[in-house]
C-alpha cells in the first residue's frame, strides 16, 4: 500500500491569524513510503498587509520581496490540491493548521479545513513524547538526530519542510533513503541578504552504487554498536 506524507511549514506576517496576521510563505515536500520523491510544492505569497519586525527578524521576509508575488487566493486551489487525501507532517501542527484554515476561509470558496481532508501529525507532541523535559525544537531536533542543518541562515519554510522530513524519518525510527532527495537551484537574496533556497526534482535515472563486502561489514560491526 503507497503511504503518501506531506511535510509541510509556513512563514507569517505575525503570530496570530485572529489578529489579521496572514502566510506570507508555504512549502510541502512529498514523502511516499517514507522515501522523499523530489516532488514539492513551495510559494511565497503576498500578505497585503504589514510584515512585524518580530516575524521579519526570524524569517527575513520583508514586504517588498513580496509586493510581487500572488495573492493566496491564487495558490489555493493547487495546494489543497497537492496536500488533499495525505498525512501532513507538521512541527507544532496547531499553529500552520490555524493559519491553513483562515486562509481558506478567507478565499471565500467551500474548501474543507485541513483535518477533514488530512490525517495530521505534530512533530512537536512526537518529540516531546520522546524527549521529555528537552528542547524539542527544529534545531534542537536536528542536533540530536545528527541531520545537517547549517544552510539554515534564516527560518525558510522550504529548507524547514526538508528539514523536518528528515528529523522525522530519524524519529520514527525507519529507514532514511537518499533516493529522490533534492538539490538546490535558483539562489534569490532579499534586501536583507536573505537566501531563498528553491529545491528542484532530480532528473534522469539515479545509479544504483552496491555496497562491497568490505562496507558491508563495517555496516554490520556499526549496526552492532547502535
Given at each position: 500500500?503507497?503511504?503518501r506524507q506531506?511535510i509541510l511549514?509556513?512563514?507569517t506576517?505575525?503570530?496570530?491569524?485572529?489578529?489579521?496576521?496572514?502566510?506570507?510563505e508555504?512549502?510541502?515536500?512529498?514523502?511516499?513510503?517514507?522515501?522523499?520523491?523530489?516532488?514539492?510544492?513551495?510559494q511565497y505569497?503576498?500578505?497585503?498587509?504589514k510584515?512585524?519586525?518580530?516575524?521579519?527578524?526570524?524569517?527575513?521576509i520583508?514586504?517588498?520581496?513580496?509586493?510581487?508575488?500572488?495573492?493566496?487566493?491564487?495558490i489555493?486551489k493547487?495546494?489543497?490540491?497537492?496536500?488533499d487525501?495525505?498525512?501532513?507532517?507538521?512541527h507544532?501542527a496547531?499553529f500552520?493548521?490555524?493559519?491553513?484554515d483562515?486562509?481558506?476561509?478567507?478565499?471565500?470558496?467551500?474548501?474543507?479545513?485541513?483535518?477533514?481532508c488530512?490525517n495530521?501529525?505534530?512533530?512537536?507532541?512526537?518529540a516531546r513524547q520522546?524527549?521529555?523535559?528537552?528542547?524539542?525544537?527544529?534545531?534542537?531536533l536536528?542536533?540530536?538526530?545528527?541531520?545537517d542543518?547549517?544552510r539554515?541562515?534564516w527560518?525558510?519554510?522550504?529548507?524547514?519542510a526538508?528539514?523536518?522530513?528528515?528529523?522525522?524519518l530519524?524519529m520514527?525510527?525507519g529507514?532514511?533513503?537518499?533516493f529522490?532527495?533534492m538539490?538546490?537551484e535558483?539562489f534569490?537574496?532579499?534586501?536583507?541578504?536573505?537566501?531563498?533556497?528553491?529545491?528542484?526534482?532530480?532528473?534522469g535515472?539515479?545509479?544504483?552504487?552496491?555496497a562491497t563486502?568490505?562496507?558491508?561489514?563495517?555496516?554490520?560491526?556499526y549496526?552492532?554498536?547502535?
Amino acid at each position: 500500500m503507497v503511504q503518501r506524507q506531506i511535510i509541510l511549514d509556513t512563514e507569517t506576517t505575525g503570530l496570530e491569524p485572529s489578529e489579521g496576521h496572514r502566510i506570507i510563505e508555504v512549502a510541502a515536500v512529498e514523502l511516499i513510503n517514507r522515501r522523499f520523491t523530489g516532488n514539492y510544492f513551495h510559494q511565497y505569497i503576498n500578505p497585503q498587509r504589514k510584515v512585524e519586525e518580530g516575524a521579519l527578524n526570524v524569517h527575513g521576509i520583508s514586504e517588498q520581496f513580496l509586493s510581487d508575488k500572488p495573492k493566496f487566493a491564487e495558490i489555493a486551489k493547487p495546494l489543497m490540491d497537492y496536500i488533499d487525501g495525505s498525512e501532513l507532517i507538521i512541527h507544532n501542527a496547531p499553529f500552520d493548521v490555524g493559519f491553513l484554515d483562515n486562509e481558506f476561509k478567507l478565499t471565500g470558496e467551500a474548501f474543507r479545513k485541513i483535518t477533514e481532508c488530512c490525517n495530521v501529525v505534530d512533530t512537536l507532541v512526537l518529540a516531546r513524547q520522546l524527549h521529555p523535559g528537552q528542547k524539542n525544537s527544529l534545531d534542537a531536533l536536528c542536533k540530536r538526530y545528527q541531520v545537517d542543518n547549517s544552510r539554515r541562515d534564516w527560518h525558510g519554510a522550504l529548507i524547514d519542510a526538508e528539514l523536518l522530513g528528515w528529523v522525522y524519518l530519524a524519529m520514527t525510527g525507519g529507514q532514511i533513503s537518499l533516493f529522490g532527495t533534492m538539490t538546490e537551484e535558483g539562489f534569490e537574496t532579499s534586501e536583507k541578504g536573505r537566501v531563498s533556497r528553491t529545491l528542484i526534482r532530480q532528473k534522469g535515472t539515479i545509479p544504483i552504487i552496491r555496497a562491497t563486502i568490505e562496507e558491508l561489514a563495517e555496516h554490520e560491526k556499526y549496526m552492532e554498536g547502535l
